[in-house]
Every structure is written in structure tokens, then in C-alpha cells.
């Protein structure tokens, strides 16, 4: 049973000015065996240092951490029957792709038919029986991938922990990976934690998701519930693509209505979600709204609507991002491709009310 679990793990480094840095703190995560989880956050938010603990490569400081039911804190790396994919490939240059699979089973010592059969399995699941005999400066960096994940997959180990390894790829064979990587992971029916800071990446191939800032679990989730209930404004703001939009406005009662008022919109709050915010009237408060949330309107609607100038136009195919001006604030609509609209025009958006998220502006939280 591949169960990974963390309890209260901690990593502390002393940097070179002596001072004690803190680059995880009390990180508690149980992993399902056989669940694909993706570590996920911005440079220096503790995501690989959590995936070398578990791997053995970083002592920890606190806590525990368990493969199954076995603490494995004092275990070394290689007893720990994990396997590692790193962001660089680190092939041997000298050697076939073959002789690179199978070197870690050479090392341990297993017989030359043992060998083989794993090689030649790993080779037939990853589709490059055929690349055997070559070395790597001979293949593409999308079979170089492939030969430094069978280099894990031929040791049959209870979990895979891959630190970025798309990340050198470029972005259409990186849309290709991530599905030949997720089709892996169903053949092998396997544990997976996955570390990446591309959002995208964690969306499209997470079971669940663990956004990371500062050293801390800001959520985890499955990735539609992290877009659509957000915990806090970081989190809102680093799941989607585009970004969220945010402005500073304010709550305001009127005519038993409840509606969040910015420099350039007056929005009107949904009933069902009014009763949560009446402790916020005539209080600041942060408005969330998703590109996707916004689109053209053909006539004004009280509460709905709201003016923009438009001040660029990217169409990208399937929708058009228009950047436009709100009053003072900017903001970005993700409208479709088939819109009408012109340079610096002034136009009216519609926002979708049972979409839009507002933040505490002093810790953050979503409210609704």
C-alpha cells in the first residue's frame, strides 16, 4: 500500500547571515495510494523541498512522515522504495538508452533476465522499444523524458515524485507529456506527487492539488474546487488562466439589496449569498471576478453591467482577451471569439453575479 502521509512536517535552514529560515511549516497531508497529487506555488513556496523530504534527500526538522504504515524519517533514500524524476534528465551520455534504464537494476544486483524483462516492459509502456540502441544526444527532448521516467518506472517503486520534469520542454510537447504522463499513471495505477509552479500542469493533472505559498498548505483540492471556491485571494489569484481580476470597493445596503461598489462598477450581491456578508456592510472589502466571468452586453441591466474602454485587443483563437479600464482599475475580460469590438471603444460588460468572489481585505479569506 502506497499511502504517503505527513504529519506536522517542518524544514528549517540556517542561512549564511546565521539566521534561521522557515521553508516549511507544519505541512499535514494524508495521499491516497494510487492518487495523482500535485504540489504546486510559486518560486520558493516550499514544493520541492517537501518532495526531496519525503524522497530522503532533505532531513526534516519536525514531524513525520509514513509510506503505508512505516515511518520512514530515519530511512535512507535508497531503502525507501521511492523513485525520483528530476527537472533535468541526467542521462549517461555514453550510454545506450538500454544501458541507462537498466544501470539502477545492474547496481542492485538483479539477474541479467530480471533486467530485460523490466527494461523491455518500461520500453513497450512508454513507446520507445525502438530508441533502445541509441544514446541520448541522439534523441529529442520529449524521448529523453520518457527514457529518464522509465529509468523509475523499471524499479517498480511504491511512489514517483517528479520535481518539474516538464519544465525544459517546449510548450507543445509539454501539452503532450502531461497526457502520456496522466495515461502512465493510470496504466501503472500508482502513487504520484508531482511538484510544478505552472498552474495549467496542476489543473489538468492533479486528483488533487496542494497550492503552497511561503512555506505553507494555503488549500488542497480537486482542481475544479480550487477554481470555482478559492479559500483566500492567493489562491484565486494563482489558479486560472487569465488571472482573477481584483479591485478594492465596498459594501453598500440599498433597497434590501446588497451590492460591492468599486471606482467603475456597482455590482449587485446574489440573495443566496447576501446573508453571509451583513456584517461587512459600508466595510472595504477586495472583488474578485474571472476573465471568464465577463462578457459583452447589448443594453445596461441595474447591477449587472458595467462600462470599460478597451485598451488592447488579443484574440487567441478560440476567445479574445480584451484588456480594458474600469475606472481606475484595469482589468482583463476573456470574451468570445466571434465579439465585435474596436480599439480604445467604450463598451458595456455583464458580469456573472453567481461567480464572483469577495475578499477580506485584512486577512484575505473569501467571504462567500
Known amino acids: 500500500m502506497a499511502q504517503v502521509t505527513l504529519e506536522n512536517v517542518s524544514k528549517h535552514f540556517v542561512s549564511k547571515r546565521s539566521t534561521e529560515v522557515v521553508a516549511v511549516r507544519d505541512f499535514n497531508l494524508k495521499i491516497e495510494d494510487k492518487e495523482f497529487v500535485v504540489f504546486v506555488g510559486p518560486s520558493g513556496c516550499g514544493k520541492t523541498t517537501t518532495l526531496r523530504m519525503i524522497a530522503g534527500l532533505e532531513e526534516i526538522t519536525d514531524g513525520k512522515i509514513y509510506i503505508g504504515d512505516r515511518l520512514i524519517n530515519r530511512i535512507p533514500a535508497k531503502d525507501r522504495d521511492i523513485a525520483m ?50 544514446k541520448p544526444k541522439q534523441l529529442s527532448g520529449g524521448q529523453r523524458q520518457r527514457v529518464a521516467v522509465g529509468r523509475t518506472i523499471v524499479r517498480k517503486p511504491q511512489v514517483f515524485l517528479f520535481d518539474e520534469p516538464l519544465s525544459n520542454l517546449d510548450a507543445k510537447l509539454r501539452v503532450q507529456m502531461r497526457g502520456e504522463l496522466k495515461k502512465l499513471h493510470e496504466r501503472l495505477a500508482s502513487t504520484i506527487i508531482y511538484v510544478t509552479h505552472d498552474q495549467v500542469e496542476a489543473m489538468t493533472m492533479g486528483d488533487r492539488i496542494v497550492v503552497m505559498k511561503d512555506g505553507l498548505i494555503q488549500q488542497v483540492g480537486r482542481p475544479l474546487d480550487l477554481y470555482f471556491h478559492p479559500i483566500n485571494k492567493f489562491v484565486a489569484g494563482f489558479i486560472g488562466s487569465p488571472t482573477m481580476n481584483f479591485m478594492e470597493g465596498k459594501l453598500l445596503a440599498s433597497n434590501q439589496k446588497l451590492y460591492v461598489e468599486t471606482d467603475g462598477m456597482r455590482l449587485r450581491i446574489p440573495e443566496e449569498k447576501a446573508g453571509r456578508l451583513q456584517g461587512y456592510v459600508n466595510k472595504k472589502v477586495t472583488l474578485g471576478i474571472r476573465p471568464q466571468d465577463l462578457s459583452k452586453a447589448s443594453s445596461p441591466i441595474e447591477g449587472e453591467t458595467f462600462k470599460a474602454q478597451v485598451e488592447i485587443i488579443e484574440p487567441i483563437g478560440n476567445e479574445i482577451y480584451l484588456d480594458v479600464k474600469a475606472g481606475r482599475d ?15 471603444e467604450e463598451i458595456l460588460l455583464q458580469a456573472s453575479l453567481e461567480n464572483i468572489h469577495l475578499f477580506n481585505v485584512e486577512d484575505e479569506k473569501n467571504l462567500l
Open 330 to 344: 484595469s482589468l482583463i475580460a476573456s470574451v468570445d471569439p466571434k465579439t465585435k469590438v474596436n480599439l480604445h
Open 85 to 134: 524524476v528530476f527537472q533535468n534528465y541526467a542521462l549517461y551520455p555514453h550510454m545506450t538508452v538500454y544501458d541507462n534504464l537498466a544501470f539502477s537494476l545492474e547496481m542492485r544486483k538483479f539477474s541479467k533476465e530480471e533486467i530485460n524483462q523490466r527494461v523491455r516492459e518500461a520500453a513497450d509502456l512508454l513507446e520507445i522499444s525502438e530508441l533502445l540502441e541509441r
